[in-house]
Nanobody
């Protein structure tokens, strides 16, 4: 069983930068792939990207803009989402998720952290 806890979400102004964290515990936490998603009211949850245990990152089309950077620190069992030049449309609840080796889906999810971008 893996527990994920996101943090770092807050109210920021357009153009600001923000880093979200996702602390993992339980299981062999360094072996799973971790991903970041976001969801806004009325829209489906969308994946921003994911990172393997070895640090290989892939981004969903639409997020390959340089504004979003995913990283992880296995020693701290923590994944990060660095966001820059934030826009009003980046306002969302941001979630992290974990996928165990061999799994086809992300089975473990955090509770989410709210990011609100104001003008």
């Amino acid at each position: 069983q893996v527990q994920l806890v996101e943090s770092g979400g807050r109210l920021v102004q357009a153009g600001d930068s923000l880093r979200l964290s996702c602390a993992a515990s339980g299981g062999s936490s360094s072996n799973y792939r971790m991903a970041w998603f976001r969801q806004t009211p009325g829209k489906e949850r969308e994946q921003i990207g994911s990172i393997s245990w070895g640090g290989n990152v892939s981004y969903t089309v639409g997020f390959v803009t340089g504004r979003f950077t995913i990283s992880r620190d296995n020693a701290k069992n923590t994944a990060y989402l660095q966001m820059s030049s934030l826009k009003l449309e980046d306002t969302a609840i941001y979630y992290c998720a974990a996928r165990l080796p061999g799994a086809s889906a992300y089975d473990y999810w955090g509770q989410g952290t709210q990011v609100t971008v104001s003008s």
